[in-house]
């Protein structure tokens, strides 16, 4: 029984190691195990803040583009400053316009140095005989009428009144009838030649615009006056009449009239914009066209406002309406009214 002992001591400290041995390797892959989840959670979560991270950057970012993108909210001061400009708006289109008056009214002396005649003074009037290109005979007749009474260019500008007949350009530039005109003016050195004009019968009412203006660009006068070339003027009772209305600022001179507005197409005086007129169809006052006078300053008015002047299907009324809106003073004078004989017009003036 005694030496039975050890053997049974012996045997059960192996069965203890070995049990021992086991609960490690088991206990290690457990760990093991536990390390690798422990890794893969890791970089899971690493991964979700990164991603999170990201995300807040790009959100950051837009919340910034949209906050600058976002309307200023305007202070006190910039209300003010608004304000302001629009107050020093106001004044320059107040001051244009008082700019636009006084040029009107004949207060650019820089300008009245630059022009004149040839002699260098001041003339009375200057008179633009309106005609055409196939007008050489009304033309003849004209200068003929002048020549019999003693009126030559040279005397007449001495009395200080310039003559001319104003014309514009062929649609086709430089053709025949350009060629004619400018061989013509070369012997006779009495026209006017509007070169950004189309001479046709459809554009006489826009002639007014560059007849007055190419005028009082290159004469000071006191008087600018439009007549046809079928009048027979009287040169001494016209001088007269100008020089009696001396001083007068605004004067628009001629035989006034008024007239039904013709609404019917294809009949005679036909205006196409008829319904500018009102119900009654019918023109405000205005000088008939066959002759009328402008003081400077209306013929100034019209050649700084030219391009935004309206000029309507007759050359009298577009003249008339340019009047309507300005500071213009109205003179009727019958000795400008004009009635046809045949082809010509017989003026009490003339």
């Not at 206990?27 to 536990?34: F, G, I, N, Q, V």
């Not at 790009?58 to 304000?83: A, C, E, G, I, Y």
């Not at 061989?183 to 009495?190: S, W």
């Not at 001083?247 to 196409?272: F, H, N, R, T």
Request: net charge positive; glycine share 6%; aromatic share 8%.
């Amino acid at each position: 029984m005694e030496s039975s002992l050890p053997l049974t001591a012996t045997s059960s400290s192996k069965s203890e190691r070995r049990s021992k041995s086991k609960n490690s390797q088991r206990t290690s892959k457990t760990s093991l195990l536990m390390a690798f989840l422990s890794c893969l959670a890791w970089l899971y979560v690493a991964g979700r803040l990164w991603q999170d991270a990201e995300n807040r950057m790009l959100l950051s970012n837009l919340l910034r583009k949209n906050s600058l993108q976002r309307p200023k909210v305007l202070t006190v001061d910039d209300k003010l400053m608004v304000l302001g400009c629009k107050d020093m708006e106001r004044r320059i289109v107040e001051a244009e316009m008082e700019l636009t008056l006084a040029k009107s009214q004949g207060y650019l002396k820089s300008q009245v140095q630059q022009n004149g005649s040839s002699s260098g003074k001041k003339m009375l009037a200057v008179i633009g005989v309106y005609s055409g290109f196939g007008s050489r005979l009304r033309r003849n007749s004209f200068r003929g009428s002048m020549t019999s009474k003693g009126d030559t260019l040279q005397k007449l500008e001495e009395r200080g009144i310039i003559v001319r007949f104003v014309i514009g350009r062929s649609p086709n530039r430089g053709d025949s009838l350009d060629h004619n005109i400018d061989e013509e003016n070369h012997v006779t050195k009495d026209f006017l030649i509007l070169d950004g004009h189309e001479e046709a019968q459809e554009e006489l009412p826009k002639k007014a615009k560059f007849f007055f203006s190419k005028a009082v660009q290159t004469w000071d006068a006191e008087f600018y006056v439009k007549v046809d070339d079928n009048i027979d003027l009287n040169f001494d009772a016209l001088i007269e009449l100008l020089q009696s209305r001396r001083g007068q600022d605004g004067a628009y001179i001629g035989c006034m009239k008024s007239g039904e507005v013709v609404a019917e197409e294809g009949k005679l005086w036909y205006e196409p914009e008829w319904w500018k007129f009102g119900d009654q169809k019918s023109y405000f006052r205005h000088a008939a066209g066959a002759m009328f006078i402008l003081s400077k300053n209306l013929a100034r008015y019209i050649d700084i406002n030219s391009v935004s002047l309206k000029a309507y299907a007759h050359e009298d009324v577009s003249v008339g309406s340019w009047m309507m809106g300005i500071q213009a003073t109205y003179i009727d004078d019958s000795r400008l009214c004009c009635s046809y004989s045949g082809q010509d017009k017989v003026c009490s003036l003339a």
